[in-house]
């Protein structure tokens, strides 16, 4: 007998998620690990985490990099988690893991956190607290979206056509109105870096490849690590290298237009 579309839709999320590369499924269990954390009542980890415009000091730069694992609440943390995994996931099998590691807990989340306290503080004189990971949600989406306008540039719409380097900016403001109590201008920071990110604005940042092979070797990562992602496993090679015209546009940011969540604000 035949299986039913249900038995094989569960076959197939298993075997993504088994096949998941090693910094996503940190991640992941990070952003639960977060959620159970602030369950108790003795320390209120939202606090002590979100990344919040007065509170930054010397002491508190670690706010730069708790605050895309801290949620509001466990619907907040499932939506963000169904919309970073399969963009986290691609971005993991293009640049490696170690790669991933000293990105995302280096530029390509303290950049777009000081272009956000900088907006707030500076700009517009207030105070208002994000948290959660739709900040790398939409930056992994502003590079997704350079790449697949290099492999497809346009998409139509009846007699019109659109850039498709444009549809996070879509997303960015349906995402204002649909959830007004979003960070639209945490997302913006993050888009923003993702699309410097995608142009390769930022490369200068990435770590050498020389000294990351060292590291593996040294270590023997790829041996110890189960799911670990080495550099010569790279699909398309270092930032700014874009895929070739001859392998499809799988991971356009329409993919997750459905999945995309929202940075809750604390505060006014």
């Known amino acids: 007998m035949p299986p039913n579309i249900t038995t094989l839709n569960t076959t197939r999320a298993r075997t993504y998620v088994f ?7 940190v991640v992941i269990l990070a952003i639960v690990g977060f959620w159970l954390a602030g369950l108790q009542s003795i320390v209120d980890i939202q606090q002590w985490g979100a990344l919040i415009p007065d509170e ?41 893991t170690l790669n991933c590691l000293a990105l995302f807990f280096g530029p390509l989340t303290t950049i777009p956190a000081l272009l956000y306290v900088g907006l707030e503080k500076f700009v517009f004189g207030n105070n208002v607290a994000v948290m959660g990971a739709s900040m790398w949600v939409f930056l992994l989406l502003g590079v997704e979206a350079v790449k697949t306008y290099k492999v497809n540039p346009n998409f139509v719409i009846g007699t019109y056509s659109i850039p498709t380097w444009t549809t996070p900016i ?4 349906a995402m204002a109105v649909l959830v007004p109590s979003s960070s639209f201008w945490g997302h913006a920071a993050g888009l923003v870096v993702g699309y410097g990110a995608g142009l390769g ?26 799911h670990y992602v080495s550099i010569d496993q790279k ?34």
Request: glycine share 10%; hydrophobic share 45%; proline share 9%.
């Open 235 to 268: 699909t398309y090679g270092r930032f700014g290298v874009l895929p070739s015209n001859n392998i499809p546009a799988t991971g356009s940011p329409g993919v997750a237009l459905g999945l995309v969540g929202s940075n809750q604000r604390l505060g006014p």
């Open 201 to 226: 604005y930022v490369k200068f940042l990435a770590p050498p490849e020389k000294i990351l092979r060292w590291i593996e070797g040294k270590l023997n990562l790829l041996g110890r690590l189960p």
């Open 19 to 25: 096949r998941l590369p090693l910094f996503t499924r």
């Open 56 to 96: 930054m000091g010397l002491a508190t730069l670690y706010r730069m990099n708790t605050f895309p694992f801290i949620h509001l609440n466990i619907f907040h943390a499932i939506m963000n988690i169904l919309a970073l995994t399969p963009l986290m996931e691609r971005f993991e099998a293009e640049y490696g």
């Open 170 to 173: 879509g997303l960015l403001f």
